[in-house]
């Protein structure tokens, strides 16, 4: 078989990317991707355009404004954990075509962070030496000094392929996710509402900040950040397919938003477990817990937008804007002692931005 047909093989290869399913019961749910191959010559071209593929589809990610934990959080949702691992070599190695200056240094943190790191040595690319380590490890040929042209079990090459299919088919996904850069709608239009507000946002100022929502209840979470964002005259948007949310502001805002986020989400899940709550099954269970942290993200934003409480019972607490921000009773579905527990939690903290918060 020659060149020409390793590239007929990839084509049919791209042609099966949609029908590739991730299952978290069953794995990669897909027909045969790739017929057998008999040399190893073939098996590295076709591994080759597999790997330019790949690149072009991360290198456009990349000018979207994708950064690496981005695609992290997105990849964790949709893909196994072997095609996630074979995801941040890409990473890897893509960003490291790039100047060094190019590339912003955060970025390089984010990859040390996920522990995203450079481990093959030969020069044909990642796919290649991961499609030449058998199961055993074995290294590639062109490492061993090997002149043979044994090809890797098929299995191998197959599960390999997969791994590329069900990444390309995310990066056809990604164009479709939100909250990535800029914050949606006119760019200028937000500058102009958030300044109307009181921001003092300036021509130069970095005013989109990203925040990761990580699960479980990233709805509750999401929720907090929204409310805080909004009484620091910041607004929120949350993806959660992308398991982040995208918060615009004045640098001096989103900092203060993300200082008290964290403060209070930590204080929140301590208080939630401490021995005064978590006492009896029903705290353990998820209608519990989730029930405790929309109660107390609904009752932080009552108070940082400045309204009385705690109510009367079955009152409902509206914002200036008319908005329900806070139930004293729980709505339906919800767990009653969870969401009393969250509010007296609510109650206790202390909400200034500079200060250690108080533990419940």
């Known amino acids: 078989m020659s060149m020409t047909d390793a590239e007929w093989l990839v084509d049919g290869l791209l042609r099966k990317v949609h029908r590739v399913r991730w299952s978290p019961r069953f794995g990669l749910i897909a027909p045969p991707l790739i017929p057998p191959l008999a040399s190893w010559a073939l098996q590295r071209q076709v591994a080759l ?7 072009d589809g991360l290198a456009e990610l990349w000018e979207a404004g994708w950064q690496p934990v981005d695609l992290h959080r997105f990849a964790v949702r949709n893909l196994d954990r072997h095609s996630v691992g ?4 890409l990473a890897v190695e893509q960003l490291a075509t790039y100047p060094r200056l190019r590339v912003d240094t955060t970025w390089w943190n984010q990859l040390d962070a996920l522990g995203w790191t450079r481990w093959w040595t030969t020069g044909d690319g990642v796919i290649v030496a991961r499609l030449a380590q058998e199961a055993s490890g074995a290294v590639p040929p062109s490492e061993t000094g090997r002149d043979d042209d044994v090809p890797t079990s098929h299995d191998h090459f197959e599960g390999l392929c997969r791994s590329v299919a069900a990444i390309l088919g995310l990066f056809q996904r990604a164009p479709h996710v939100q909250a990535i850069g800029p914050p949606p ?3 200028d239009a937000v500058l102009v509402d958030l300044n109307g507000g009181g921001a003092r946002i300036g021509p130069g100022d970095k005013i989109v900040h990203r925040v990761g929502i990580d699960p479980p209840y990233e709805r509750p979470k999401a929720t907090l950040l929204s409310r805080i964002a909004a009484a620091h005259r910041c607004r929120s ?3 959660e397919e992308l398991g982040a949310a995208t918060v615009a502001g004045s640098p001096s805002d989103l900092l203060i938003v993300q200082e008290l986020y964290e ?3 930590h204080h929140a899940l301590a208080a939630m477990r401490s021995p005064s709550v978590a006492t009896g099954r029903p705290s353990r269970t998820k209608g519990f817990r989730a029930s405790f942290l929309t109660a107390y993200s609904q009752r932080i934003g009552a108070r940082l937008s400045g309204e009385p409480g705690p109510w009367p019972s079955g009152s409902r607490a509206r914002s200036r804007s008319g908005l329900v921000v806070a139930e004293s009773q729980p709505p339906g579905g919800s767990d009653p002692r969870g969401w009393t527990h969250g509010l007296v939690a609510a109650d206790r903290v202390d909400l200034a931005w500079s200060k250690p918060v108080r533990q419940a």
């Not at 355009?49 to 690149?55: F, N």
């Not at 074979?86 to 070599?89: A, F, H, S, V, Y």
């Open 49 to 55: 355009r597999l790997g330019e593929e790949l690149a």
């Open 86 to 89: 074979l995801l941040g070599d």
């Open 185 to 187: 709608g006119d760019y």
């Open 237 to 239: 948007l949350w993806n």
């Open 263 to 265: 403060r209070l989400l």
